[in-house]
């Protein structure tokens, strides 16, 4: 997988999809920081899915950003998704490597370097770490530190991507900590100060 030094954002969307998303999605990937998109839909019938997610794979292809689907290899499948990322009760790795091959797949290893190695092991494109930071988006249930990510990127070459309430104020130490990508949501999505082109400029 290659790194992109500027393209350090793996941008997920928000959890529900409004008619001006499409909109604002174009005018984020247009930035050209972001190296990933993950569909996250967590409430939405199959069928929906595959609507939205063939009209963000669009925007994606145009701005060359990969495409993945989240918890759904199913989904990520059916779309021809660029790859999927996996919670640790999602399908296991090899199952999914299985079904599509050899594209992207990434798997939440939390706040463990045991979790880490499992995923190196069964050759997972990424590990995402977190939660970094105090998040709106999901429930904290896992913290994780700056000597995590150190200890992780001495153990593996495998990519990093880390994630949790991740902003303009704290992404630098994580990128300066040797963090491949960032994931970030809501600071995107759910800014009460800034439209989310405008956000996404901040992150540079």
Request: with cysteine; glycine share 4%; proline share 1%.
């Amino acid at each position: 997988m290659r790194i992109n030094k500027k393209k350090f954002i793996y941008l997920i969307s928000p959890t529900k999809i409004n008619k001006s998303f499409y909109q604002d999605l174009t005018k984020v990937l247009q930035q050209k920081n972001v190296s990933f998109f993950q569909l996250r839909l967590k409430k939405e019938s199959l069928k929906k899915k595959i609507i939205i997610g063939e009209k963000i794979k669009k925007i994606c292809k145009k701005f060359n950003v990969k495409f993945l689907v989240n918890d759904d290899v199913w989904v990520a499948k059916k779309l021809n998704a660029d790859g999927c990322h996996l919670g640790q009760k999602d399908m296991n790795i090899i199952k999914a490597r299985k079904l599509i091959g050899y594209k992207i797949i990434g798997v939440t290893c939390h706040n463990s370097i045991k979790l880490s190695k499992i995923a190196v092991k069964n050759k997972a494109d990424y590990i995402a770490l977190g939660a970094f930071n105090n998040s709106k988006t999901k429930k904290i249930k896992y913290k994780a530190s700056i000597n995590l990510l150190r200890k992780v990127k001495k153990i593996t070459k495998t990519p990093v991507v880390v994630i949790g309430g991740i902003n303009s104020n704290n992404y630098k130490n994580l990128l300066l900590n040797k963090a491949n990508f960032l994931a970030i949501s809501g600071y995107i999505w759910n800014n009460k100060n800034l439209k989310p082109f405008e956000a996404i400029k901040k992150l540079k």
